[in-house]
């Protein structure tokens, strides 16, 4: 299997073999006009077949010739068809002739050449090739004009130029004397530099005795890179920096604030001259260590928040959640506690914004005028169910002390909704098992344990998708059946299904005869489908089946 290319108008088509029993219409001839192009000839079988142009050679063939008639002439020759072959130069001036129709190349008997001696010069060679050459040596020259390239060599002697020098290459001397030397770029010395006794070199500046004044203002800046060594003292208005670069100081020289220790710090003492480290003296109950200060487990034994240190406005709405107590809490607590009117409850008054008290008496008064309750107590009640099929089914409940039954009425039509008795005591409320109703909203998800029948004209699904064959298993078909009949066992319906077949990615295809409980497995014919890219593109999506389109740079291909 393979993709094959379909010819249309406008394709270039890639064909093993042409078969016409018309032959074949090229189009109008084009101008050949080198040996790179292919020509197409037949065979002694028939075949249609290629050759380079360059490997054809000519029989028989006639050639016109055209000429021009001056220096260096030319002269074209061209077939039957007046298409160049090709031009011939003929190098010459007098002597050549071409007649005036081009045809005729006449080479005159007339032609003179005179002999002429040439000789050497002074400063020139000549050899016996008749090539002359330049001497090296040119002693004879004593002035020449504008130099614009070249060299002078050692031993040349003084040159008096009588005017600046101006160069934009290099300078070279192995000593130069100047009365003024202006450089407006950069000078290089390979040696040393004296100016007025002090001398430079490129490594250090040599030892000058005697005093030296730099710069001529506070506003001047000097640089030095490197470390600087003095044997005296150095002096200044003021030093900056960081001070990271100092060493060697005495302590004893430097004035040190006294650093003494306070509350909740150890006892220390510090000279300035050695590393200390400042502690934390822990107060009973804390413990200081590597992870900071934290309250020692057990540490608080008794009342360490004194009355009012902490007011109602300090500690936030949800400051302290569930999360902030252990879940276990109450466990230690002790149990069986006995309640009197005198105990105390916190409550948070109307507006939420402020705490207080009150005692169990007073939260009874409370319920006691607030709420109401009934006051028939010990009770029972018998449960009757009637009209239980019916529309709207109720559930009588008649106390044991006699007295007027009370009634609960449950909202439901025929086949909607069920009630009957379950046992003793109770009901039960429950689906019918056939279900009759006119809406159905189900807000999560729908479970069908068997077939679901939808008696209906249309359908309207909002879902963009709808998913088939869940639980169906892996590679097993999986579709929709169309006009089967309502028995669904008369094979009179068509099933459009999806075929996974395997790893090969899965098309869909088409059987007919099919009726509506049915879930086949063969098929009649496949659905092709349209892919646009490469080859590799269609087999990496799974594209490979036959009779699928494949489209790349407007060309059509089927996979066969």
């Known amino acids: 299997m393979a993709w094959k290319k379909v010819i249309v108008s406008g394709s270039n088509a890639e064909l093993a073999q042409v078969t016409a029993s018309e032959g074949i219409n090229l189009s109008s001839p084009v101008d050949i006009g080198g040996s790179s192009y292919n020509i197409l000839v037949l065979d002694s079988s028939g075949d249609v077949k290629k050759i380079a142009a360059g490997s054809i050679s000519g029989t028989d063939t006639t050639y016109t010739i055209s000429a021009s008639n001056e220096n260096n002439p030319s002269i074209t020759l061209k077939d039957g068809d007046a298409t160049t072959v090709s031009t011939i130069g003929l190098e010459g001036s007098t002597g050549i002739e ?11 008997s007339n032609l003179t050449n005179t002999n002429t001696t040439y000789d050497a010069g002074v400063g020139l060679s000549l050899d016996s090739n008749a090539t002359f050459s330049v001497n090296a040596d040119q002693g004879h020259v004593t002035t020449v004009g504008a130099l614009s390239g070249g060299s002078i060599a050692s031993g040349f002697g003084t040159i008096d130029i009588g005017s600046d020098i101006t160069t934009t290459g290099t300078i070279s001397a192995a000593s130069a004397s100047f009365a003024n030397l202006t450089v407006t770029g950069s000078t290089t010395l390979e040696g040393s530099l004296i100016f007025n006794g002090l001398e430079f070199t490129e490594e250090a500046v040599a030892t000058h005795s005697g005093s030296h004044e730099w710069g001529s203002d506070n506003t001047n800046t000097h640089e030095f890179t490197g470390s600087i060594s ?3 003292n150095i002096s200044a208005s003021s030093f900056s920096g960081d001070g990271s670069g100092l060493t060697n100081i005495n302590p004893a020289n430097v004035s040190i604030q006294v650093l003494d220790d306070g509350y909740g710090i150890n006892t220390f003492s510090y000279d300035g001259g050695t590393a200390k480290t400042i502690s934390v003296d822990p107060y ?29 406005a300090k500690i936030a709405a949800g400051a302290i959640t569930s999360g902030k107590l252990a879940n276990n809490i109450i466990e230690g ?19 939420g914004t402020n705490l207080e008290k009150a005692t169990l008496a007073e939260l009874t008064t409370y319920f006691d005028g607030a709420l109401s309750f009934p006051t028939n107590s010990d009770t029972t009640y018998g449960l009757t169910a009637e009209g239980s099929n019916s529309s709207n089914p109720t559930i009588i409940l008649t106390p044991s002390g006699g007295g007027a039954t009370s009634s609960i009425q449950l909202s439901g039509t025929t086949n909607e909704i069920e009630v009957k008795s379950a046992d003793t005591g109770n009901i039960a409320v429950s689906l019918p098992t056939d279900v009759t109703m006119e809406n159905l909203t189900v807000t999560g998800i729908l479970t069908a344990e068997s ?7 249309n359908v309207t699904i909002d879902d963009q998708y709808i998913s088939l064959g869940e639980s169906a298993g892996a590679n097993v078909n999986t579709g929709i059946i169309f006009g089967a009949n309502s028995n669904g066992t008369t094979q009179d319906g068509v099933a459009l299904m999806w075929d996974p077949d395997g790893a090969n990615g899965g098309r869909l295809k088409v059987e007919h005869a099919v009726a509506g409980n049915d879930n086949p497995s063969s098929s009649d014919y496949s659905i092709p489908t349209v892919f646009s890219g490469t080859s590799g593109d269609a087999t990496t999506n799974k594209c490979d089946h036959v009779g699928n389109i494949r489209v790349e740079s407007n060309e059509i291909y089927i996979y066969v």
């Open 230 to 232: 003095a044997t005296g």
């Open 451 to 457: 077939v679901v029948t939808i008696n209906s004209n």
């Open 98 to 108: 071409i007649s005036s129709d081009g045809t005729d190349i006449t080479i005159s």
């Open 333 to 351: 607590l002790t149990q069986g506690y006995s309640f009197t009117s005198a105990n105390l409850i916190m409550v948070s008054d109307a507006s």
């Open 284 to 312: 009973t109950g804390i413990t200081v260590d590597s992870n900071g200060v934290s309250v020692t487990p057990g540490g608080v034994t008794a009342a360490m928040i004194d009355d009012d240190a902490i007011t109602n």
